[in-house]
């Protein structure tokens, strides 16, 4: 079984719709990211989470909102989606010690029309 | 400050050469530099990462290098092979700052 999962996988949206992304995760980490990944710009964080309590903004967090429901669980929601959201989404999670090494889920895919 | 430029954006390498990727960063605060490798439809997953105490790094066919009074890091691939074709991303943090920076990616094509 995948360490971090994503779902879905793809997605094809309209614009205005409300869409949450979910990110699950068995390894047992504290810390856990959104990033998105757009050709020619690499991955870009969206928001971070260091615990249940503790949300942080990203250098791109505008049209994004998440919520950590439980150290497993960290979901993405684009409240009203745009084209330019249109992008591969990622969710990474990493230990409080050791090498700062972040791991990443398989992605999600989302086409916004 | 907190970006990491990364060139060049595509390389297409023969079966056998050496593959170069490289990076530069401006925050000298930055004390961990690792490098991702990531396949279609996959995550990016570490591939091999140094810290500024030593100025190279090397596992198996992989080698960082290291210049910290040029600011620059740069990933070499010996003996590069068509499974090495993939997207690379360097990236740099500081102990404390808890965040990845990350470059902007090089699609790498190692043709047979």
């Known amino acids: 079984d995948a360490d971090v999962t994503q779902t879905p996988r793809n997605r094809i949206t309209k614009t205005g719709k409300r869409i949450m992304l979910e990110c699950s995760q068995t390894k047992g980490h504290d810390r856990m990211y959104w990033y998105r990944q757009d050709p020619g710009l690499g991955l870009r964080l969206i928001y971070y989470?260091?615990?249940?309590?503790?949300?942080n903004k990203g250098e791109i967090s505008d049209g994004y909102s998440v919520s950590r429901q439980a150290q497993a669980k960290f979901s993405l929601s684009l409240e009203s989606a745009i084209p330019n959201q249109t992008a591969l989404y990622f969710c990474?999670?990493?230990?409080?010690?050791?090498?700062?090494?972040?791991?990443f889920g398989p992605g999600t895919r989302l086409t916004v029309l | 400050q907190q970006q990491v430029k990364q060139s060049p954006q595509s390389l297409i390498v023969q079966k056998g050469g050496i593959s170069i990727i490289n990076c530069a960063y401006e925050n000298t605060a930055f004390d961990y530099f690792p490098w991702y490798q990531q396949f279609p439809g996959k995550g990016p997953a570490l591939l091999i990462a140094?810290?500024?105490?030593?100025s190279e790094k090397k596992e198996g066919r992989f080698t960082i290098s290291f210049n910290k009074s040029a600011k620059q890091f740069s990933l070499h691939i010996m003996d590069s092979q068509p499974g090495d074709s993939a997207t690379y991303f360097c990236a740099a943090t500081y102990t404390g700052f808890q965040k990845l920076v990350f470059g902007t990616g090089t699609r790498l094509l190692v043709s047979p």
């Open positions: 989470s260091f615990d249940v309590k503790d949300i």
């Open positions: 990474a999670t990493s230990t409080t010690v050791g090498n700062d090494e972040q791991f």
């Open positions: 140094i810290r500024p105490d030593v």
